[in-house]
């Protein structure tokens, strides 16, 4: 399926419309399209063609939506890196995926240092270095073929390596269209950007502008205040978030009110506390709460807004275009029997960069199996009880236990590792430890923890070690992390 | 491209939104899935299957809406004639699109009887018959492939004959997706539907409405006061019409003003008189002006609301999807100059049925060569000069000379027949003809009109008949259609 470059057909049709707004500053479609044919007359200069796999590490910034808009027009496939990343794990989805650039702002000079001591990937760029580049022909593609991948974006799993989950042109319009004919959509929306640009939660934002021919709000971090100051004063309508940012926007406005033209907060990243949900109803706040995942490229299940106060805590239907349906047992399972998620949709992700068997495992006659665990009410309406595979979600980021656990197994006197979440007060979730040394030999927390410093980005560092005899295991040796929990009492006495 | 099928999802996301307020009745999406299961168990006793075709002479009425939904969910081709035809013409249609059945309204049983004895379909019932059949099995698709046609309808062209144009899923998808980027979407919008389900322009409503979740207002034929009356009281926020009917509806409204809530006149079927856009901007009326065909699966070109003003006169731009250049001397044209107007988009037709010649003709590499006149001016907005193939508007409907040539050729003393278009002040256009009668021969006006009533429309029917001695041609003995008119004083004389 073939469609017009996007964002040259939404600069043909609206170019005075107001496409960012970062700070005071505005920048129309027109002028958006000028910078990125800039940008890509610069970077035609590199040797780069259609296809090409370049890494990114961006902050949420105006150059970094001139550069993400570049790349889909130059047909180049992103690599968009988690910022919060450590330089080997960088490296390592850089090398996984072939990358053969990487690009980065000046912010992360010091990771791209040590980066280029680890990595074979000679070819760096900052965003400055580029802006002095000499402009080459501009080359914009003009039509994107639905098929041609867009982004890889790592996620992790069961196993320990991260896998590059591949979206096309076609998942993101996809994402988007079946957006809008929940949502609805009016010429005056303002989407307010404050997840980071390299998550398909705040990518898709990015996506649907260009769609929609709508503005939005970029801001570079989370700010509570500065969240609630653009809500009040820059006539956002719509909002994504996670539960943890909400709770603090919550708190930040105190006894005040958001205005009505705030129509939509889209609350998403795992299962939403109830009393925040219900926080936001008495104070007027229209919460959709959603469910989706980057191989999803975003939401697929969204709570529609006449359902907002009947069916509090669900995360509601799967959009038009998708489908979904629980499975136990290899089977359907009936109303509110809890089961795996299963979904399907020309957004969901046609597989996972190189890894033909994870894709395979995951990816059955186009439905994705998703490892989350939810049921569906006699209504039809989806109640997600567990994330999938153990998934440890911590302000808004995704932990894959077992990433850490395979790190923790690589110092030299861990036997074995376990890794579970428990309850915070401010992330909702952060990842602990349990580990069994090899017998005879010690190391202390502090140790482990200087290690996984070496590894892992700080979100995924345990915030507490134990050191056990015996990791709980089933029949046939697999970990069971969910009894991780109950080792605690024990574990502080051994200690 | 696989979807879930639309209206069961639908009525999975919004069960208790309207679906249809015919007269006083309101219908829900729950509603009219329902209605569609139980005459889809009915039609299951017929022997129909996927991919049959079955021809449909329907009103406007809520039994029609259940109907195209029923064929669409078991994946039957809808073969809609134009109930303004003859039999003659519609069993030409019938047997030239392989249809097994023909079901039709009750109201045109007349036509219908008339059919069976000149065509070899067999297989005919009513609606009401339809009601009487025991109930089968009921198997709505789960899902459908947007590849799979969905509708033929009939449109002439240059040559005497009708070709069907066939519309996918996809297609009507896709011309219900640019639509809504362009017009916007709110979960109260009410589209009003007076045009045809048999045209494009009134089917393409009920597609929108069960994939946005809006409500249409159906009403059996054009009234300007019953329109009126529910712009006034039931909230609609879109109508489509084309010039004459606007005219009667402002005509109709004198010295009072539409309420705030219509917020898109959707205009249609051919350009467009200025004075009528002009009334309209006095009135403050949003008009939307439009460009479209059956081959495109209705708008393909729209203003968008912020070049009402500015760009009066002009179609506006190529929705999101589609894309659009005009051709000259097989050049790409530069801005003002007028050429042929040729577009491309995923809402475009595949082809004419059974006509692989014909389709090649005007389908290449994905562009539809339209056969109309326009140019675009320096920013990009469509002007739309002059109907394809010398085409006559009547109050909406198409009309080709070259069928109607055909027919009058057939009377056994005519040796020649041109046709072309008046103005006239209630349709736009009306037809007219030229007659060049064999020598020695004579044959008087009322003759050839009581001949055309047999085999054309009456909106086909010339409304007067010239008797030449010469048709004007060109070089290569080409009708020359617009010199037709220069004839007529003579003509007159020669009386």
């Not at 005075?16 to 129309?28: C, F, L, M, P, W």
């Not at 907002?308 to 959009?319: D, E, F, I, Y």
Request: aromatic share 8%; net charge negative.
């Amino acid at each position: 399926m073939i469609l017009p470059n996007w964002l040259t057909k939404r600069a043909e049709l609206s170019p005075n419309r107001i496409a960012i707004i970062e700070d005071e500053k505005e920048y129309t479609f027109a002028q958006l399209l000028n910078d990125v044919e800039i940008l890509s007359g610069r970077l035609s200069t590199l040797g780069l063609k259609k296809g090409d796999h370049v890494a990114l590490a961006l902050r949420n910034t105006y150059d970094s939506v001139v550069m993400i808009h570049a790349m889909q027009s130059l047909g180049i496939v992103m690599v968009l890196l988690n910022t919060r990343l450590t330089a080997r794990e960088m490296a390592w989805q850089m090398e996984d995926s072939n990358s053969k650039f990487f690009i980065y702002d000046e912010l992360f000079a010091d990771k791209a240092q040590q980066l280029e001591t680890i990595s074979s990937i000679i070819n760096t760029l900052t965003l400055t270095e580029l802006k002095t580049l000499p402009s080459g022909s501009i080359n914009l593609l003009s039509e994107f073929d639905l098929n041609d991948i867009h982004t890889i974006i790592y996620t992790s799993g069961t196993t320990g390596n991260p896998k590059g989950v591949m979206l096309t042109n076609g998942n993101h319009w996809w994402s988007a269209t079946g957006s809008v004919l929940n949502l609805g959509l009016d010429v005056q929306d303002r989407w307010l950007a404050c997840l980071p640009l390299f998550h398909v939660s705040g990518l898709s934002i990015l996506m649907r502008s260009v769609i929609y021919g709508i503005s939005i709000v970029l801001h570079e971090g989370f700010e509570p205040k500065k969240v609630n100051l653009a809500i009040e004063k820059q006539n956002v309508t719509i909002i994504s978030v996670v539960s943890v940012m909400l709770q603090r926007m919550i708190d930040e406005l105190g006894e005040d009110q958001y205005p009505s033209s705030l129509r939509c907060v889209l609350l998403g990243g795992g299962p939403a506390p109830k009393p925040l949900l219900e926080e936001c109803m008495d104070k007027d706040i229209p919460v959709f709460q959603t469910y989706g995942m980057t191989e999803t490229a975003s939401q697929i299940v969204t709570l529609a807004p006449e359902y907002m106060l009947t069916k509090l805590g669900s995360a509601g239907k799967p959009l038009f275009p998708s489908q979904l349906r629980i499975e136990k047992d290899s089977k359907e399972a009936d109303a509110n029997a809890i089961g795996e998620i299963v979904v399907k949709g020309p957004n969901v992700t046609s597989g996972y960069y190189q890894r033909v068997d994870k894709t395979k495992e995951v990816l059955k006659d186009g439905w994705l199996y998703t490892g989350d665990l939810g049921y569906l009410d006699q209504d039809g309406f989806l109640f997600v009880v567990d994330r999938r595979n153990d998934l440890i979600i911590s302000g808004g980021e995704n932990i894959y236990p077992a990433e850490i656990e395979s790190v923790l197994m690589g110092y030299p006197t861990v036997k074995e590792a376990g890794v579970t979440g428990i309850s915070h007060e401010k992330w909702g979730q952060v990842p602990i430890a349990f580990v069994v040394l090899e017998s005879g030999h010690l190391a202390s927390e502090q140790e482990l923890k200087d290690f996984c410093e070496q590894h892992l980005a700080r979100y995924k560092i345990p915030q507490r070690f134990y050191m056990i005899d015996e990791l709980p295991r089933n029949a046939s040796n697999k970990l069971l992390r969910r009894k991780l929990l109950e080792l605690i009492p024990n574990a502080i006495q051994e200690q």
